[in-house]
């Protein structure tokens, strides 16, 4: 509780102003033109009570550290024109620094009035950052945000400082990480050249507020100028079509000039934001430990499934996932087996919002829909003229058919929230660019091409040719419901990466469920990010 007592207050108001005057004392050095910039930095330096007033114990060491492997030369404070010269470099550097999937918010400074020796200490401190985080990264395994930095690597950190161009300093930068990752480093290069290129505008509007197509074409008029996409808002309809479809294809969006609800989305959203969630994907996949040998990867905001087999791509399958009211959830888990021609038991809210409004109205919509009504307890089949509508005591499967809801194939694995990977009747969706319209599972495109790439490589332990791939078509022919154990489970990673590369190209993937945009939320928060407090 603060004291309200007034001589105590006072005593705290001339303590502070007396501390303030001594440490004014004591910096008074600075200011002294007989002495070198070296001299002023080896006698900062050598000051506990000048240098712990300023910075952490993590941050004194890394500087006195670096400016002894100099022999206290400054980082920047050079003669005139060199510091000029290589002050813009760094400078640009830093207000790039998203080009390296690095946040702008751990190189923030509380005070910007500070000595030329202070801030050249700071801005050491703000590249050592930089090279911390892209050695290291800045989340950690939760996807918070590090209490504290990794320590980054002294001789990366000198050699970084000692460029003189922007090109050698970004490309030396780019080079740290993990970039024996082959998926890290061809984001990491993708990300970079898009952040060199492009204007980093910070400004996100609300989508809200384009709802008719006149707003809709100004906006992506005015937004593409801004983002670097149009020299001018007034150009030519075929330069803006072609911005138009270039900035579409780079959001994962469709290839038609339609400025949907999703481009609006899109549009709307800041570079910088994207640019964010470029450096959550870096992170995600620096925290990987995927095994490719054998694998089913799915990443939900770009609406595929991979199969990798021997530590090599066998497949790739559109797939469509959860409404955004429904969202697929994120997991690991195992391929368990293959069921030809599966049952589907709908879930009690699908049942309690969906069929049971259609059924009151007309008794016949579940034998039209091949549905069958059973008791919890006793399974056996109801009659639907029987039975209290308005009861929760009872379950609905459908039957095994083209007709169902899941299609002629399934594929099952373990987890706590009932879903899985399967087939659809509903094939058209595979042609939208965002494919968010299930309940929750994952619809699969041409899923009995994808059972037979399982089963090419599940023959370990079965005897010779007893399951070869083309079992499943033999199956699907029969019309039967069958399951298929799989000798050898698949592991398989349900993520959520928005940004991602696709091709030669950068895409930033809607944040369909913005998952990264709540992730993104603790960077308000300064108190959770170590800063240089001078």
């Known amino acids: 509780m603060i004291s309200r007592n007034p001589l105590l207050l006072f005593f705290c108001f001339l303590l502070a102003i007396s501390c303030g005057r001594q440490q004014e004392r004591e910096k008074n050095f600075l200011n002294d033109p007989s002495l070198s910039n070296e001299v002023k930095l080896e006698r900062y330096l050598e000051s506990d009570s000048l240098m712990r007033r300023a910075f952490s114990e993590e941050d004194i060491t890394i500087l006195r550290t670096y400016y002894k492997n100099r022999d206290f030369q400054p980082f920047l404070l050079e003669d005139a024109s060199s510091k000029s010269q290589r002050d813009s470099i760094f400078t640009l550097l830093f207000n790039r620094s998203l080009a390296f999937g690095i946040p702008q918010e751990y190189l923030a400074v509380k005070n910007t009035t500070m000595h030329a020796i202070e801030s050249d200490m700071t801005k050491v401190l703000m590249l050592a950052r930089m090279v911390a985080i892209r050695e290291h990264g800045f989340l950690d395994t939760s996807g918070r945000i590090k209490s504290k930095l990794a320590e980054p690597s002294m001789d990366q950190l000198l050699k970084l400082s000692q460029c003189q161009s922007l090109e050698q300093a970004g490309s030396m930068l780019q080079s740290m990480g993990p970039m024996n990752n082959a998926s890290f480093r061809n984001l990491s290069e993708k990300i970079y050249a898009f952040g060199m290129k492009y204007p980093h505008d910070t400004l996100t509007l609300k989508t809200k507020d384009y709802s008719n197509e006149a707003q809709r074409t100004q906006l992506a008029k005015s937004v593409l100028k801004n983002k670097g996409y149009l020299k001018q808002e007034n150009s030519s309809v075929q330069t803006f079509e072609t911005a138009l479809l270039n900035f579409k294809l780079q959001n994962g969006l469709d290839s038609t000039l339609e400025i949907n ?186 899923p009995t091409e994808l059972g037979k790439h399982f089963l090419t490589y599940d023959q370990q332990g079965r005897e010779e040719n007893s399951m070869p791939s083309s079992t499943i078509d033999s199956l699907v022919n029969k019309g039967k419901h069958q399951v298929i154990a799989l000798k050898i489970k698949i592991p398989i990673s349900v993520c959520y990466q928005t940004v991602s590369t696709l091709r030669d190209r950068l895409v930033f993937y809607i944040d369909i469920y913005h998952r990264d945009s709540k992730s993104l939320e603790q960077f308000r928060n300064p108190n959770r990010i170590p800063l240089t407090t001078l």
Not at 301 to 319: G, T
Not at 328 to 335: D, F, G, K, N, Y
Not at 341 to 363: G, H, L, Q, T, Y
């Open 261 to 446: 609800d999703y481009t609006v989305e899109a549009l709307c959203e800041s570079t910088h934001h994207k640019l964010m969630r470029a450096a959550l994907s870096l992170e995600k996949i620096r925290q990987s430990k995927l095994d490719f040998r054998r694998l089913v990867l799915i990443n939900l905001p770009e609406y595929c499934l991979y199969f990798y087999a021997n530590d090599s791509l066998k497949a790739k399958h559109r797939i469509v996932i959860g409404k955004r009211s429904n969202e697929t959830p994120e997991l690991s888990s195992a391929i368990s087996s293959i069921v030809i021609f599966p049952s589907w038991k709908v879930p009690a809210s699908i049942i309690k919002k969906e069929i049971m409004p259609d059924v009151r109205k007309n008794k016949n919509y579940l034998a039209k829909h091949h549905y069958v009504i059973r008791g919890y307890k006793d399974t056996n089949r109801l009659d639907v003229n029987t039975i209290n509508l308005n009861s929760n005591g009872y379950s609905i499967v459908q039957t095994p058919g083209r007709w169902n809801s899941l299609g002629i194939i399934k594929f099952e694995f373990n987890n706590s929230h009932s879903v899985y990977v399967h087939d659809t009747p509903q094939k058209g969706l595979f042609n939208r660019a965002v494919r968010s319209f299930s309940h929750g599972c994952m619809r699969c495109e041409f």
